[in-house]
Protein backbone atom coordinates (compact mmCIF):
# COMPACT_ATOMS: atom_id res chain seq x y z
CA UNK A 1 0.00 0.00 0.00
CA UNK A 2 1.42 3.37 -0.84
CA UNK A 3 1.73 6.55 1.30
CA UNK A 4 -0.30 8.43 -0.84
CA UNK A 5 -3.08 5.43 -0.67
CA UNK A 6 -2.54 5.29 3.21
CA UNK A 7 -3.31 9.56 3.12
CA UNK A 8 -6.51 8.83 1.15
CA UNK A 9 -8.12 6.38 2.78
CA UNK A 10 -6.73 8.46 6.47
CA UNK A 11 -8.57 11.30 5.27
CA UNK A 12 -12.02 9.55 4.25
CA UNK A 13 -12.01 7.54 7.50
CA UNK A 14 -11.77 10.91 9.59
CA UNK A 15 -14.50 12.40 7.24
CA UNK A 16 -16.94 9.56 7.71
CA UNK A 17 -16.14 10.09 11.55
CA UNK A 18 -17.10 13.50 11.69
CA UNK A 19 -20.15 13.64 9.11
CA UNK A 20 -21.24 10.29 10.75
CA UNK A 21 -21.52 9.31 14.49
CA UNK A 22 -22.14 5.96 13.40
CA UNK A 23 -21.01 4.62 9.97
CA UNK A 24 -21.94 1.85 8.41
CA UNK A 25 -20.14 -1.23 7.41
CA UNK A 26 -20.15 -0.30 3.64
CA UNK A 27 -18.63 3.63 4.70
CA UNK A 28 -15.88 2.14 6.61
CA UNK A 29 -15.08 -0.66 4.48
CA UNK A 30 -14.76 2.23 1.14
CA UNK A 31 -12.62 4.36 3.29
CA UNK A 32 -10.52 1.67 4.73
CA UNK A 33 -9.88 0.70 1.15
CA UNK A 34 -9.71 3.18 -0.90
CA UNK A 35 -6.24 2.21 -2.25
CA UNK A 36 -5.22 0.13 -5.36
CA UNK A 37 -5.53 -3.02 -6.50
CA UNK A 38 -1.67 -4.03 -5.53
CA UNK A 39 -3.12 -2.57 -2.06
CA UNK A 40 -5.69 -4.69 -2.07
CA UNK A 41 -3.95 -7.93 -2.64
CA UNK A 42 -1.09 -7.08 -0.66
CA UNK A 43 -3.78 -6.44 2.17
CA UNK A 44 -4.77 -10.07 2.18
CA UNK A 45 -1.18 -11.38 3.25
CA UNK A 46 -0.39 -13.01 6.91
CA UNK A 47 1.12 -10.20 8.96
CA UNK A 48 0.52 -8.82 12.40
CA UNK A 49 -2.46 -6.80 12.97
CA UNK A 50 -0.76 -3.31 12.96
CA UNK A 51 1.10 -4.16 9.91
CA UNK A 52 -2.02 -2.92 8.57
CA UNK A 53 -1.92 0.70 7.72
CA UNK A 54 -5.08 1.15 9.89
CA UNK A 55 -5.20 3.37 13.27
CA UNK A 56 -4.00 0.71 16.42
CA UNK A 57 -7.42 0.39 17.92
CA UNK A 58 -8.17 2.33 20.98
CA UNK A 59 -10.05 0.12 23.53
CA UNK A 60 -12.08 0.73 26.77
CA UNK A 61 -10.37 -2.61 28.81
CA UNK A 62 -8.48 -5.27 28.16
CA UNK A 63 -10.45 -6.70 24.68
CA UNK A 64 -10.03 -10.51 25.06
CA UNK A 65 -12.49 -10.63 28.18
CA UNK A 66 -14.19 -13.38 26.65
CA UNK A 67 -10.66 -15.86 26.41
CA UNK A 68 -10.48 -17.98 22.97
CA UNK A 69 -11.17 -21.54 21.94
CA UNK A 70 -10.61 -24.24 19.64
CA UNK A 71 -12.91 -26.82 17.66
CA UNK A 72 -13.85 -29.28 15.12
CA UNK A 73 -10.31 -30.67 14.60
CA UNK A 74 -9.51 -32.36 10.77
CA UNK A 75 -6.08 -34.30 10.45
CA UNK A 76 -4.56 -30.80 9.12
CA UNK A 77 -5.85 -28.02 11.18
CA UNK A 78 -8.43 -26.67 13.82
CA UNK A 79 -11.04 -23.68 14.08
CA UNK A 80 -9.91 -20.96 15.87
CA UNK A 81 -11.85 -18.44 18.14
CA UNK A 82 -11.97 -15.28 19.85
CA UNK A 83 -14.23 -11.83 20.54
CA UNK A 84 -13.40 -8.31 21.02
CA UNK A 85 -15.46 -7.21 24.07
CA UNK A 86 -14.08 -5.08 26.47
CA UNK A 87 -16.95 -4.41 27.85
CA UNK A 88 -18.53 -8.12 27.83
CA UNK A 89 -22.04 -7.75 29.25
CA UNK A 90 -23.02 -5.17 26.91
CA UNK A 91 -24.61 -5.89 23.53
CA UNK A 92 -21.89 -4.51 21.27
CA UNK A 93 -19.09 -5.87 23.44
CA UNK A 94 -17.85 -1.68 24.21
CA UNK A 95 -16.47 -1.86 20.65
CA UNK A 96 -16.76 0.80 18.45
CA UNK A 97 -18.87 0.34 14.53
CA UNK A 98 -15.35 -0.29 12.65
CA UNK A 99 -13.52 -3.32 11.52
CA UNK A 100 -10.56 -4.06 13.21
CA UNK A 101 -8.05 -6.42 12.21
CA UNK A 102 -7.06 -9.03 14.29
CA UNK A 103 -3.33 -11.30 14.22
CA UNK A 104 -3.60 -14.58 14.90
CA UNK A 105 -0.19 -17.23 15.89
CA UNK A 106 -0.05 -21.33 15.94
CA UNK A 107 2.88 -22.74 17.11
CA UNK A 108 4.27 -25.90 18.02
CA UNK A 109 5.28 -24.66 21.31
CA UNK A 110 4.06 -22.29 24.64
CA UNK A 111 6.71 -19.95 23.89
CA UNK A 112 6.05 -19.26 20.49
CA UNK A 113 9.40 -19.95 19.38
CA UNK A 114 8.35 -22.05 16.39
CA UNK A 115 5.36 -20.53 15.10
CA UNK A 116 4.10 -22.40 11.85
CA UNK A 117 0.92 -20.51 10.95
CA UNK A 118 0.09 -17.19 11.35
CA UNK A 119 -2.18 -14.27 9.43
CA UNK A 120 -4.65 -11.67 10.40
CA UNK A 121 -8.71 -11.87 10.24
CA UNK A 122 -11.39 -9.01 9.75
CA UNK A 123 -13.60 -8.92 13.33
CA UNK A 124 -16.87 -6.87 12.38
CA UNK A 125 -19.65 -5.25 14.03
CA UNK A 126 -22.32 -7.23 12.59
CA UNK A 127 -20.66 -10.46 13.92
CA UNK A 128 -19.61 -8.75 17.24
CA UNK A 129 -16.40 -8.38 16.72
CA UNK A 130 -16.02 -12.31 16.68
CA UNK A 131 -12.95 -14.06 15.15
CA UNK A 132 -12.88 -17.47 13.39
CA UNK A 133 -10.01 -18.65 11.49
CA UNK A 134 -9.77 -22.08 10.26
CA UNK A 135 -6.04 -22.67 10.20
CA UNK A 136 -4.91 -26.08 7.87
CA UNK A 137 -1.67 -26.98 6.81
CA UNK A 138 -0.78 -28.36 10.16
CA UNK A 139 0.63 -31.95 11.33
CA UNK A 140 -1.90 -34.73 11.96
CA UNK A 141 -2.07 -36.00 15.29
CA UNK A 142 0.02 -33.31 17.55
CA UNK A 143 -0.75 -30.14 20.29
CA UNK A 144 -0.60 -26.80 18.93
CA UNK A 145 -1.07 -23.74 20.24
CA UNK A 146 -2.05 -20.24 19.07
CA UNK A 147 -3.27 -16.66 20.39
CA UNK A 148 -4.35 -13.38 18.79
CA UNK A 149 -3.15 -10.08 18.57
CA UNK A 150 -5.02 -6.74 18.32
CA UNK A 151 -2.63 -3.66 18.56
CA UNK A 152 -0.83 -3.95 21.30
CA UNK A 153 -2.97 -6.37 22.92
CA UNK A 154 -2.23 -10.12 23.01
CA UNK A 155 -5.04 -12.76 24.04
CA UNK A 156 -4.33 -15.52 27.02
CA UNK A 157 -2.60 -18.41 24.83
CA UNK A 158 -4.79 -21.26 24.17
CA UNK A 159 -3.77 -24.88 23.48
CA UNK A 160 -5.37 -27.55 20.60
CA UNK A 161 -4.83 -30.85 19.17
CA UNK A 162 -5.43 -31.85 15.18
CA UNK A 163 -6.76 -35.53 14.77
CA UNK A 164 -5.66 -38.37 13.15
CA UNK A 165 -5.06 -38.84 9.62
CA UNK A 166 -6.90 -41.13 7.33
CA UNK A 167 -5.86 -44.23 7.45
CA UNK A 168 -3.53 -44.08 10.34
CA UNK A 169 -4.31 -46.29 13.56
CA UNK A 170 -4.04 -44.40 16.85
CA UNK A 171 -3.80 -46.51 19.36
CA UNK A 172 -5.96 -44.26 22.38
CA UNK A 173 -8.17 -41.53 22.36
CA UNK A 174 -10.10 -39.67 25.14
CA UNK A 175 -12.80 -37.73 25.12
CA UNK A 176 -15.84 -36.54 27.04
CA UNK A 177 -19.58 -35.43 27.30
CA UNK A 178 -21.42 -32.60 28.99
CA UNK A 179 -24.71 -30.83 28.78
CA UNK A 180 -26.59 -28.46 30.32
CA UNK A 181 -25.53 -25.73 31.96
CA UNK A 182 -27.67 -22.72 34.04
CA UNK A 183 -25.24 -20.44 34.83
CA UNK A 184 -27.96 -19.52 37.67
CA UNK A 185 -28.20 -22.83 38.97
CA UNK A 186 -24.76 -24.09 39.63
CA UNK A 187 -20.92 -23.16 39.49
CA UNK A 188 -19.04 -24.62 36.31
CA UNK A 189 -16.69 -26.03 38.79
CA UNK A 190 -17.46 -29.43 36.48
CA UNK A 191 -15.05 -27.73 33.70
CA UNK A 192 -12.44 -27.38 36.49
CA UNK A 193 -12.30 -31.35 36.68
CA UNK A 194 -12.43 -31.81 33.01
CA UNK A 195 -9.07 -29.93 32.85
CA UNK A 196 -7.85 -33.10 34.98
CA UNK A 197 -9.16 -35.70 32.28
CA UNK A 198 -6.46 -35.65 30.13
CA UNK A 199 -9.21 -35.53 27.13
CA UNK A 200 -8.30 -34.66 23.25
CA UNK A 201 -11.54 -33.81 22.83
CA UNK A 202 -14.64 -32.21 24.60
CA UNK A 203 -18.60 -32.62 23.41
CA UNK A 204 -20.86 -30.28 24.40
CA UNK A 205 -24.66 -31.81 23.39
CA UNK A 206 -26.93 -28.76 24.18
CA UNK A 207 -28.19 -26.13 26.53
CA UNK A 208 -24.63 -24.67 26.70
CA UNK A 209 -26.91 -20.96 27.69
CA UNK A 210 -30.34 -21.08 28.78
CA UNK A 211 -32.62 -18.33 27.44
CA UNK A 212 -34.56 -17.96 30.22
CA UNK A 213 -34.41 -16.99 33.60
CA UNK A 214 -35.86 -20.24 36.55
CA UNK A 215 -34.84 -22.62 39.20
CA UNK A 216 -33.91 -23.22 42.85
CA UNK A 217 -31.77 -22.03 45.36
CA UNK A 218 -29.99 -19.86 42.73
CA UNK A 219 -26.18 -19.36 43.04
CA UNK A 220 -25.86 -16.26 40.31
CA UNK A 221 -27.84 -14.39 38.23
CA UNK A 222 -28.24 -13.76 34.36
CA UNK A 223 -27.63 -10.34 33.21
CA UNK A 224 -31.26 -8.64 31.78
CA UNK A 225 -34.46 -10.25 31.30
CA UNK A 226 -34.69 -13.85 29.18
CA UNK A 227 -33.19 -13.61 25.59
CA UNK A 228 -35.11 -13.09 22.76
CA UNK A 229 -33.31 -11.12 20.76
CA UNK A 230 -30.00 -10.58 18.83
CA UNK A 231 -28.54 -8.00 21.53
CA UNK A 232 -29.88 -9.94 24.38
CA UNK A 233 -28.42 -13.39 23.15
CA UNK A 234 -24.97 -11.97 22.81
CA UNK A 235 -24.96 -10.87 26.53
CA UNK A 236 -26.33 -14.47 27.41
CA UNK A 237 -23.49 -15.70 25.62
CA UNK A 238 -20.61 -13.09 26.77
CA UNK A 239 -21.63 -13.79 30.25
CA UNK A 240 -21.54 -17.64 30.02
CA UNK A 241 -18.29 -17.02 28.53
CA UNK A 242 -16.83 -14.87 31.71
CA UNK A 243 -16.80 -18.11 33.46
CA UNK A 244 -13.49 -18.87 34.52
CA UNK A 245 -13.56 -22.36 34.63
CA UNK A 246 -15.09 -22.10 31.25
CA UNK A 247 -12.90 -19.87 29.59
CA UNK A 248 -9.73 -22.31 30.88
CA UNK A 249 -11.57 -25.53 29.44
CA UNK A 250 -12.24 -23.81 25.97
CA UNK A 251 -8.71 -22.90 26.24
CA UNK A 252 -7.45 -26.39 27.18
CA UNK A 253 -8.14 -28.34 23.79
CA UNK A 254 -10.78 -28.14 20.99
CA UNK A 255 -14.54 -28.51 21.70
CA UNK A 256 -17.50 -29.75 19.44
CA UNK A 257 -21.14 -29.01 19.48
CA UNK A 258 -24.67 -29.52 18.68
CA UNK A 259 -27.71 -27.30 20.24
CA UNK A 260 -30.46 -28.03 22.16
CA UNK A 261 -33.97 -26.33 22.41
CA UNK A 262 -32.76 -23.48 25.34
CA UNK A 263 -29.92 -22.26 22.84
CA UNK A 264 -32.99 -20.29 21.74
CA UNK A 265 -36.46 -21.16 23.34
CA UNK A 266 -37.48 -23.95 25.25
CA UNK A 267 -38.97 -26.84 23.58
CA UNK A 268 -39.50 -25.52 19.93
CA UNK A 269 -38.97 -27.75 17.01
CA UNK A 270 -37.94 -26.81 13.76
CA UNK A 271 -40.15 -23.61 12.60
CA UNK A 272 -42.11 -23.64 15.07
CA UNK A 273 -41.76 -22.35 18.52
CA UNK A 274 -43.65 -23.67 21.78
CA UNK A 275 -46.41 -20.69 21.97
CA UNK A 276 -47.08 -20.35 18.52
CA UNK A 277 -45.24 -17.00 18.05
CA UNK A 278 -46.15 -15.76 14.58
CA UNK A 279 -42.31 -13.71 14.73
CA UNK A 280 -40.74 -17.18 15.81
CA UNK A 281 -38.44 -17.42 12.78
CA UNK A 282 -37.09 -13.54 13.73
CA UNK A 283 -36.08 -14.98 17.03
CA UNK A 284 -34.38 -17.92 16.02
CA UNK A 285 -32.12 -16.13 13.29
CA UNK A 286 -30.87 -13.88 16.10
CA UNK A 287 -30.09 -16.53 18.17
CA UNK A 288 -28.13 -19.02 15.84
CA UNK A 289 -26.67 -15.66 14.99
CA UNK A 290 -25.24 -14.91 18.39
CA UNK A 291 -24.25 -19.14 19.04
CA UNK A 292 -22.12 -18.83 15.49
CA UNK A 293 -20.64 -15.82 16.91
CA UNK A 294 -19.19 -17.34 20.54
CA UNK A 295 -18.45 -21.09 19.18
CA UNK A 296 -15.11 -22.05 17.86
CA UNK A 297 -17.07 -23.62 14.59
CA UNK A 298 -15.93 -23.65 10.95
CA UNK A 299 -16.47 -20.39 8.64
CA UNK A 300 -18.72 -22.88 6.96
CA UNK A 301 -21.27 -23.01 9.50
CA UNK A 302 -21.98 -19.57 9.38
CA UNK A 303 -26.16 -18.95 8.92
CA UNK A 304 -27.64 -18.63 5.80
CA UNK A 305 -31.03 -17.86 4.83
CA UNK A 306 -32.36 -18.68 8.16
CA UNK A 307 -30.31 -21.50 8.83
CA UNK A 308 -27.05 -23.01 10.07
CA UNK A 309 -25.89 -26.34 9.63
CA UNK A 310 -24.14 -27.56 12.64
CA UNK A 311 -24.36 -31.62 12.02
CA UNK A 312 -21.18 -32.94 10.77
CA UNK A 313 -18.46 -35.76 11.26
CA UNK A 314 -15.05 -35.90 12.92
CA UNK A 315 -12.44 -39.15 12.24
CA UNK A 316 -9.42 -39.98 14.38
CA UNK A 317 -8.11 -42.23 11.72
CA UNK A 318 -9.34 -45.43 11.80
CA UNK A 319 -10.26 -45.57 15.23
CA UNK A 320 -13.36 -43.02 15.19
CA UNK A 321 -15.57 -41.49 13.34
CA UNK A 322 -17.86 -38.62 15.58
CA UNK A 323 -21.20 -38.37 14.01
CA UNK A 324 -22.64 -34.43 15.29
CA UNK A 325 -26.43 -34.79 15.07
CA UNK A 326 -29.16 -31.88 14.88
CA UNK A 327 -31.89 -33.22 16.36
CA UNK A 328 -33.81 -29.13 16.40
CA UNK A 329 -33.26 -27.31 13.70
CA UNK A 330 -35.27 -29.76 10.90
CA UNK A 331 -37.82 -31.86 12.88
CA UNK A 332 -41.63 -32.07 12.68
CA UNK A 333 -43.66 -30.51 15.11
CA UNK A 334 -43.92 -32.14 18.55
CA UNK A 335 -47.34 -33.97 17.99
CA UNK A 336 -50.67 -33.51 20.90
CA UNK A 337 -48.81 -30.46 22.45
CA UNK A 338 -50.71 -28.50 25.53
CA UNK A 339 -53.73 -26.67 23.83
CA UNK A 340 -53.16 -23.91 26.10
CA UNK A 341 -49.85 -23.00 24.53
CA UNK A 342 -50.51 -25.07 21.07
CA UNK A 343 -46.72 -26.28 20.76
CA UNK A 344 -44.10 -27.93 23.01
CA UNK A 345 -44.04 -31.09 24.41
CA UNK A 346 -45.99 -33.64 26.53
CA UNK A 347 -46.41 -36.96 27.92
CA UNK A 348 -48.55 -39.20 26.08
CA UNK A 349 -50.06 -42.67 25.23
CA UNK A 350 -49.80 -43.82 21.57
CA UNK A 351 -53.38 -45.19 22.41
CA UNK A 352 -54.86 -41.82 22.58
CA UNK A 353 -52.31 -40.15 19.92
CA UNK A 354 -51.97 -42.14 17.21
CA UNK A 355 -49.79 -39.59 15.14
CA UNK A 356 -46.88 -40.27 17.53
CA UNK A 357 -46.38 -43.49 15.61
CA UNK A 358 -46.74 -41.28 11.80
CA UNK A 359 -43.56 -42.66 9.95
CA UNK A 360 -43.71 -39.39 7.69
CA UNK A 361 -42.86 -37.52 11.11
CA UNK A 362 -38.94 -36.60 11.15
CA UNK A 363 -36.94 -35.93 14.12
CA UNK A 364 -33.86 -35.38 11.71
CA UNK A 365 -35.43 -34.04 8.88
CA UNK A 366 -35.51 -36.03 5.34
CA UNK A 367 -32.04 -34.31 3.81
CA UNK A 368 -30.18 -35.22 7.64
CA UNK A 369 -31.11 -38.25 7.87
CA UNK A 370 -29.92 -39.40 4.45
CA UNK A 371 -26.82 -37.77 5.30
CA UNK A 372 -26.36 -39.47 8.02
CA UNK A 373 -26.83 -42.97 6.85
CA UNK A 374 -24.56 -42.02 4.00
CA UNK A 375 -21.56 -41.29 6.60
CA UNK A 376 -22.60 -44.61 8.32
CA UNK A 377 -22.09 -46.52 4.90
CA UNK A 378 -18.91 -44.90 4.35
CA UNK A 379 -17.24 -45.47 7.73
CA UNK A 380 -13.91 -47.78 8.09
CA UNK A 381 -13.93 -46.33 12.18
CA UNK A 382 -13.65 -49.29 14.32
CA UNK A 383 -15.72 -47.03 16.98
CA UNK A 384 -18.85 -44.85 15.66
CA UNK A 385 -19.83 -42.50 18.21
CA UNK A 386 -23.35 -40.70 17.72
CA UNK A 387 -23.37 -37.34 19.80
CA UNK A 388 -27.04 -35.99 19.73
CA UNK A 389 -29.09 -33.90 22.52
CA UNK A 390 -31.45 -36.35 24.03
CA UNK A 391 -32.01 -40.02 25.68
CA UNK A 392 -32.19 -42.18 22.50
CA UNK A 393 -33.77 -45.58 24.42
CA UNK A 394 -37.42 -45.94 25.38
CA UNK A 395 -37.88 -44.22 28.95
CA UNK A 396 -41.30 -44.12 29.54
CA UNK A 397 -43.83 -45.00 32.13
CA UNK A 398 -46.38 -47.58 32.28
CA UNK A 399 -50.26 -47.17 32.44
CA UNK A 400 -51.76 -50.29 33.04
CA UNK A 401 -50.45 -51.93 29.85
CA UNK A 402 -49.40 -48.84 27.56
CA UNK A 403 -45.92 -47.15 28.08
CA UNK A 404 -46.04 -43.66 27.85
CA UNK A 405 -44.08 -41.31 25.14
CA UNK A 406 -42.39 -37.94 26.28
CA UNK A 407 -42.98 -36.31 23.00
CA UNK A 408 -39.79 -34.00 22.85
CA UNK A 409 -37.89 -36.92 22.79
CA UNK A 410 -37.00 -39.94 20.53
CA UNK A 411 -40.54 -41.55 21.94
CA UNK A 412 -41.55 -38.64 19.99
CA UNK A 413 -40.40 -39.90 16.94
CA UNK A 414 -40.51 -43.86 17.10
CA UNK A 415 -40.45 -44.20 13.34
CA UNK A 416 -37.11 -42.01 13.20
CA UNK A 417 -35.59 -44.60 15.62
CA UNK A 418 -36.32 -47.27 14.04
CA UNK A 419 -35.15 -45.74 10.48
CA UNK A 420 -31.90 -44.39 12.37
CA UNK A 421 -31.13 -48.36 14.23
CA UNK A 422 -32.13 -50.44 10.49
CA UNK A 423 -29.65 -47.84 9.11
CA UNK A 424 -26.76 -48.98 11.43
CA UNK A 425 -27.40 -52.51 10.83
CA UNK A 426 -27.33 -52.36 7.19
CA UNK A 427 -24.40 -51.29 7.06
CA UNK A 428 -22.67 -52.97 9.79
CA UNK A 429 -21.32 -50.15 11.32
CA UNK A 430 -18.94 -51.45 13.77
CA UNK A 431 -19.20 -50.69 17.91
CA UNK A 432 -22.05 -47.89 17.52
CA UNK A 433 -22.55 -46.06 20.72
CA UNK A 434 -24.92 -42.59 21.30
CA UNK A 435 -24.01 -40.31 23.61
CA UNK A 436 -26.88 -37.44 24.87
CA UNK A 437 -27.99 -35.00 27.43
CA UNK A 438 -30.86 -33.00 28.03
CA UNK A 439 -32.69 -34.89 30.37
CA UNK A 440 -30.64 -33.68 33.66
CA UNK A 441 -30.18 -37.03 34.52
CA UNK A 442 -27.60 -39.85 33.77
CA UNK A 443 -28.90 -43.25 32.02
CA UNK A 444 -26.82 -46.22 30.87
CA UNK A 445 -28.69 -48.53 28.55
CA UNK A 446 -28.30 -51.23 26.10
CA UNK A 447 -29.94 -50.15 22.51
CA UNK A 448 -31.96 -53.03 21.47
CA UNK A 449 -33.33 -53.75 17.62
CA UNK A 450 -37.14 -53.34 18.84
CA UNK A 451 -36.86 -50.32 21.67
CA UNK A 452 -39.39 -51.76 23.77
CA UNK A 453 -38.27 -55.38 23.44
CA UNK A 454 -35.49 -56.45 25.83
CA UNK A 455 -35.02 -59.79 24.21
CA UNK A 456 -34.57 -58.74 21.11
CA UNK A 457 -30.77 -58.06 19.91
CA UNK A 458 -28.48 -55.41 21.34
CA UNK A 459 -27.57 -52.95 18.60
CA UNK A 460 -25.60 -50.29 20.23
CA UNK A 461 -24.26 -48.92 23.96
CA UNK A 462 -25.96 -45.36 25.36
CA UNK A 463 -24.35 -42.99 27.73
CA UNK A 464 -27.09 -39.84 28.39
CA UNK A 465 -25.30 -37.74 30.61
CA UNK A 466 -26.27 -35.80 33.51
CA UNK A 467 -26.59 -32.38 33.46
CA UNK A 468 -23.59 -30.19 33.90
CA UNK A 469 -25.42 -27.48 36.41
CA UNK A 470 -28.61 -27.63 35.36
CA UNK A 471 -31.41 -28.96 38.52
CA UNK A 472 -32.44 -32.39 38.04
CA UNK A 473 -35.59 -34.56 38.09
CA UNK A 474 -37.03 -34.97 41.65
CA UNK A 475 -36.72 -38.41 42.46
CA UNK A 476 -40.16 -39.54 42.73
CA UNK A 477 -40.74 -38.34 39.64
CA UNK A 478 -37.34 -40.53 37.73
CA UNK A 479 -36.78 -43.63 39.78
CA UNK A 480 -39.98 -45.26 39.05
CA UNK A 481 -39.45 -45.31 35.31
CA UNK A 482 -36.04 -47.89 35.73
CA UNK A 483 -37.77 -50.81 36.82
CA UNK A 484 -40.23 -50.19 34.06
CA UNK A 485 -37.30 -49.77 31.31
CA UNK A 486 -35.42 -52.99 31.57
CA UNK A 487 -32.84 -51.90 29.07
CA UNK A 488 -31.83 -49.22 31.35
CA UNK A 489 -28.63 -50.39 33.00
CA UNK A 490 -27.79 -47.17 35.12
CA UNK A 491 -29.91 -43.94 36.44
CA UNK A 492 -29.69 -41.45 38.69
CA UNK A 493 -31.04 -37.63 38.64
CA UNK A 494 -29.46 -36.62 42.08
CA UNK A 495 -26.37 -35.52 40.76
CA UNK A 496 -24.07 -33.10 38.17
CA UNK A 497 -21.10 -33.99 36.10
CA UNK A 498 -20.03 -35.40 32.84
CA UNK A 499 -19.15 -38.65 31.21
CA UNK A 500 -15.24 -39.12 30.79
CA UNK A 501 -14.19 -41.94 27.85
CA UNK A 502 -11.33 -43.87 26.74
CA UNK A 503 -11.39 -46.10 23.82
CA UNK A 504 -8.67 -48.17 22.39
CA UNK A 505 -8.44 -50.96 20.00
CA UNK A 506 -9.95 -53.43 22.72
CA UNK A 507 -13.24 -51.64 24.43
CA UNK A 508 -14.18 -48.14 25.82
CA UNK A 509 -14.37 -47.36 28.89
CA UNK A 510 -16.89 -44.74 30.39
CA UNK A 511 -16.74 -42.83 34.24
CA UNK A 512 -19.79 -41.13 35.64
CA UNK A 513 -17.80 -37.87 36.94
CA UNK A 514 -20.38 -36.37 39.51
CA UNK A 515 -19.93 -33.10 42.00
CA UNK A 516 -20.03 -33.38 45.86
CA UNK A 517 -22.09 -30.04 45.29
CA UNK A 518 -22.91 -28.06 42.35
CA UNK A 519 -23.54 -24.83 44.78
CA UNK A 520 -19.65 -24.66 45.27
CA UNK A 521 -17.26 -23.40 43.40
CA UNK A 522 -14.89 -25.64 44.86
CA UNK A 523 -16.82 -28.53 44.59
CA UNK A 524 -15.03 -31.99 44.69
CA UNK A 525 -15.63 -35.06 42.01
CA UNK A 526 -16.09 -38.08 42.08
CA UNK A 527 -16.98 -41.55 40.16
CA UNK A 528 -20.33 -42.48 40.52
CA UNK A 529 -19.90 -45.58 38.45
CA UNK A 530 -17.73 -47.18 35.40
CA UNK A 531 -19.03 -48.65 32.84
CA UNK A 532 -17.30 -50.90 29.31
CA UNK A 533 -18.06 -51.65 26.14
CA UNK A 534 -15.87 -54.42 24.52
CA UNK A 535 -14.63 -54.19 20.72
CA UNK A 536 -17.56 -56.21 18.66
CA UNK A 537 -19.73 -56.38 21.53
CA UNK A 538 -23.05 -54.34 21.57
CA UNK A 539 -24.04 -53.06 25.02
CA UNK A 540 -22.70 -51.73 28.18
CA UNK A 541 -21.03 -53.86 31.18
CA UNK A 542 -21.18 -52.11 34.56
CA UNK A 543 -17.36 -52.72 36.30
Known amino acids: MHDQDFDRAQ ?5 LREQLPRPTRRDVIRAAFAFSAAGIAASLLPRPARAYGLETPRFTGYPFTLGVASGYPRADGVSLWTRLAPEPLHADGGM ?10 VARDEQFADVVRKGAARAVPELAHSVHVDVRDLEPGRWYWYRFTCGDEVSPIGRTRTAEARGSRPDRLRFAVASCQHYEQAYFSAHRHLLDENLDLMFFVGDYIYESNWGDNLVRRHVGPEADTLERYRVRHAQYKTDADLQRLHAALPWAFTWDDHEVENDYAGDQSENLDPSFLLRRAAAYQAFFEHMPVPLTMRPKANEMRIYDTLDYGDLARFYLVDNRQYRAPQVCPDPYKGGGSTDVLPSQCPQVNDPSRSMLGAAQERWLEQRFAASRAQWNVIAQQTIFSRFGSRHDDEMSAWTDGWDGYPATRER ?13 M ?3 GDIHATVVANVHREAGNPQSAKVAAEFCGTSLASQGWTEDMFNPRLPQNPHVQFGNTTKRGYIAFDIDRRGCDARLRVLEDEKRRDSGISTMASFRVEDGKAGVTKV
Not at 96 to 105: A, K, L, Q, T
Open 11 to 15: RLIRR
Open 96 to 105: VPDMIHVGWE
Open 420 to 432: LLTALRTHHVRNP
Open 434 to 436: ILG
